[in-house]
């Protein structure tokens, strides 16, 4: 990232466009949703379209409320190309345990619109989505600077 977060700013100095253009932006997509689509033993999870620019560096997070009574993958995908995998396995009953199955992605992706989404697979036992409309599944992309 081009930022040097230990620069010491002195007094008087000129904060130009350039260095303005270094920040992260912040949030810049955000979706969310109290229920999934299953089909067959894959989840399809959230996804969004958004236009990504050249020379940013962006995090992609999710938070997904999920009861499993076996192993999952959870998958990021960006412009149908898989960029993170998390493996977790949990072998309970449906009442007693409930994965909150987090994941992030930190990365340059070229530029262009591109649909980013989150899928989880079953690998053994069963998945079910848990997601209410206080506790939805969210998809958060962040621009945090140049890369």
Do not use: C, H
Not at 17 to 22: D, G, K
Not at 107 to 124: H, M, P, Q, R
Request: proline share 1%; no cysteine; charged share 10%.
């Amino acid at each position: 990232m081009a930022i040097t977060p230990n620069s010491t700013f002195v007094s008087g100095a000129v904060l130009t466009a350039v260095q303005q253009n270094n920040f992260g932006r912040g949030v810049v997509a955000l979706t969310s949703n109290a229920t999934q689509t299953i089909t067959a033993s894959v989840l399809v999870g959230l996804n969004t379209t958004y236009t990504f620019e050249a020379g940013r560096t962006y995090k992609i997070s999710t938070a997904n409320v999920w009861g499993i009574t076996g192993d999952i993958i959870l998958s990021i995908g960006v412009g149908g190309v898989q960029v993170q995998r998390y493996f977790d396995s949990r072998f309970a009953t449906r009442n007693s345990n409930y994965l909150n199955a987090s994941g992030f992605w930190v990365g340059s992706v070229a530029a262009g619109s591109k649909t980013v989404d989150i899928s989880v697979t079953t690998l053994s036992g069963v998945t079910f989505n848990d997601a209410t409309a206080t506790e939805p599944n969210q998809l958060i992309i962040e621009d945090i600077g140049t890369a």
